[in-house]
């Protein structure tokens, strides 16, 4: 597949150089990396998306794609101009984007968030389920294992990630606390 | 009826009335549809028609020249597009406030009914359903939730209570507790306003469009619209994914080829509107 390389980098935000900002948010079908140890990363709401965060604790280098589709073979023009539209096509465009920011393959911790799911719907209307295996077979496919990951259920949920300690909460609303993913290490 | 009623009337903050809408769409849907009397009926507002010119000559329509009034928009873009900015303009100013009752948050309503609008028109164009009557059912299937709020404020508790132990969809469980759900107000309100009768159907039946006497396939697009924005994480409140219909609208719309992850699609790549709208109306 040939890759629009302009577009698909407007989707892609290295935030250690284009914002003073703390909180970035990450909008449907955007991918933003950073290594600046001062920001969070965090999705809106997910509904059925999938919310992935990688992190890599000894660079503290990390990102977030908030995905909307399963599969990119069903709409492969939509790839090529946005890649985080799908798992296959965002989940390498993430790794890529997080690898140029001096971060290890074999070091980095993967969780993901999201991927709700209508009750007693048609097999079509299960995109948070149909979402939730693509990624789970992405990673097997690619040698990699989630550290853990929050999906399915019937509420809308947002992922975020603070690249100083690599700390991965699962907000929903309406709920007190956080589900923590990962308590993320303050040792430097 | 009376409970719908009383309802609506005690509910210290009615939603401003978008009176132009109905009376545009019935302008619209006449055959020797008059320019002049669509143009003036606009111009006629004049908040209205700085709203729709500033959206009209916003980056997003791509306007290289601006237009300097309602008639040279018109001319330029054509009545469907300059209704829906209308619709947009005045759908704003109702459902952009916040709505504690359900856990709404400012500008949350506004943003998930502009994202149904946008997948009810493609649903719509798919389906053969008028276009216009699909927008302006999606921007406004959720106005009843305006009236509800501030009674939900102490129930809302008992109805996620009651959603969740009596494995209830959301408006099903409004309904055991408060007699009444969102969608059956919203219905009620419009028919106060004098919206079209496939607009008031569409809306009160869009979480059971089966129940719809005469216009079940309108209510059967609204319905998966609102799913689909739902999917999308464009959804609103608390427990928003518990509503149901999503079957017996696909069971109606048979004639639909857009499966659901190609109508999120579509909708994800109009959502650029949608945020031009949605921006425009906060301010």
């Known amino acids: 597949m040939s890759i629009d390389a302009d577009a698909v980098n407007s989707r892609i935000l290295n935030t250690d150089t284009h914002t003073t900002k703390t909180r970035i948010i ?46 990119s073979k069903t709409a492969p023009h939509a790839a090529r101009t946005n890649p985080a539209v799908f798992v296959d096509t965002g989940m390498t465009a993430l790794l890529n984007a997080v690898l140029s920011l001096n971060a290890q393959r074999h070091r980095l911790l993967l969780y993901f968030a999201g991927g709700a799911v209508i009750p007693g719907t048609h097999a079509d209307f299960n995109i948070g389920g149909h979402n939730t295996d693509a990624v789970n077979g992405w990673l097997r496919q690619n040698g990699l294992r989630p550290q853990s ?40 | 009826m009376q409970r719908l009623d009383d309802y609506i009337n005690a509910a210290r903050h009615l939603p401003p009335a978008p009176h132009i809408l109905p009376q545009l769409l019935e302008l619209l849907e006449k055959e020797d549809a008059d320019s002049d009397e669509i143009v003036e009926l606009i111009t006629y507002d004049p908040a209205l028609t700085f709203g729709v010119l500033r959206l009209c000559n916003s980056a997003y329509l791509g306007a290289a020249l601006p237009a300097c009034d309602i008639q040279e928009a018109v001319t330029r873009l054509g009545f469907k597009p300059v209704f829906q900015l209308v619709a947009a303009v005045c759908g704003g100013k109702t459902l952009a406030p916040p709505q504690e009752g359900y856990s709404i948050e400012p500008g949350e309503l506004w943003r998930h009914s502009v994202a149904t ?24 299937h959720d106005i009843g939730k305006i009236i509800l709020s501030e009674f ?22 409004e309904k055991a507790v408060l007699g009444v759900d969102h969608a059956e107000i919203g219905g009620r309100l419009l028919a106060g306003w004098r919206f079209p009768p496939e607009i008031i159907e569409a809306v ?13 396939k309108l209510a059967a697009c609204i319905c998966l619209s609102n799913t689909i924005t739902h999917c999308m994480g464009l959804g609103c409140g608390l427990h928003a994914f518990a509503t149901g219909g999503q079957e017996e609208s696909i069971a109606i719309l048979k004639t639909c080829p857009d499966t659901p992850q190609t109508l999120m699609l579509g909708t994800f790549r109009k959502l650029e509107l949608v945020e031009t709208l949605f921006t425009q109306a906060l301010r």
């Open chain 1, 26 to 71: 990450i909008g449907i079908a955007e991918i933003a990396v950073s290594s600046d140890t001062l920001q969070t990363l965090a999705t809106g709401s997910l509904g059925s998306c999938l919310g992935i965060a990688v992190y890599d604790p000894i660079v503290k280098a990390g990102g977030i794609a908030h995905i909307l589709l399963p599969n």
């Open chain 1, 149 to 188: 990951q929050h999906t399915g259920g019937i509420e809308s949920c947002s992922i975020q990630l603070r690249l100083n300690t690599g700390e991965v909460r699962v907000k929903i609303p309406g709920r007190e606390s956080d589900i923590r993913l990962c308590r993320g290490s303050t040792i430097t």
């Open chain 2, 117 to 140: 609008a946008v997948c009810a028109q493609l649903i719509a164009k798919e389906c053969h359903i008028n276009e216009n009557l699909a927008f302006t059912a999606g921007l406004l």
């Open chain 2, 152 to 173: 939900m404020e102490a129930s809302l508790p008992e109805v996620l209570n009651t959603a969740k132990n009596s494995r209830l969809s959301f408006p099903e469980s």
């Open chain 2, 204 to 216: 009160e039946h869009h979480h059971n469009p089966s129940a719809a006497i005469e216009h079940k």
